[in-house]
């Protein structure tokens, strides 16, 4: 079964950075559909960004509106590790963030259906 170990996260001041970082073992695809959620508590899951890695040259994203522009998400094949670099952090992006994956088969969007969670890291921006 695949596993997925995320490490990054912490506490920041408002504007600064933070990188989580998603490291996927057990199984590895060569086409998978990733992706990074949070929850704050009392909210709804929201999705952040997902990327589909088809092998091919070019690794498509998708960005909630809240993110767009602030946060990339990546993926380094020879680590099979996903990343989000999140910028500009502001105080509702509090939160605990969580990385998902599955196989690339159809969807990989904000919508996408996931089979294997990580177990989440609490990222927390003061103002």
């Known amino acids: 079964q695949v596993q997925l170990v995320q490490s990054g996260g912490g506490s920041v001041q408002a504007g600064g950075s933070l990188r989580l970082s998603c490291a996927a073992s057990?199984?590895?695809?060569?086409?998978?559909?990733m992706g990074w959620f949070r929850q704050a508590p009392g909210k709804e899951r929201e999705a952040v960004a997902t990327?589909?890695?088809?092998?091919?040259?070019?690794?498509?994203?998708a960005y909630a509106n809240s993110v767009a522009g602030r946060f990339t998400i990546s993926h380094d094949n020879a680590k099979n590790t996903v990343y989000l670099q999140m910028n500009t952090l502001k105080p509702e992006d509090t939160a605990m963030y969580y990385c998902?994956?599955?196989?690339?088969?159809?969807?990989?969007?904000?919508?996408?259906?996931?089979?294997?969670w990580g177990q989440g890291t609490q990222v927390t921006v003061s103002s």
């Open positions: 990327i589909a890695i088809s092998g091919g040259p070019t690794n498509y994203a």
């Open positions: 057990g199984y590895t695809y060569s086409r998978k559909c």
């Open positions: 998902a994956a599955d196989r690339l088969v159809g969807y990989c969007g904000l919508e996408a259906d996931f089979g294997y």
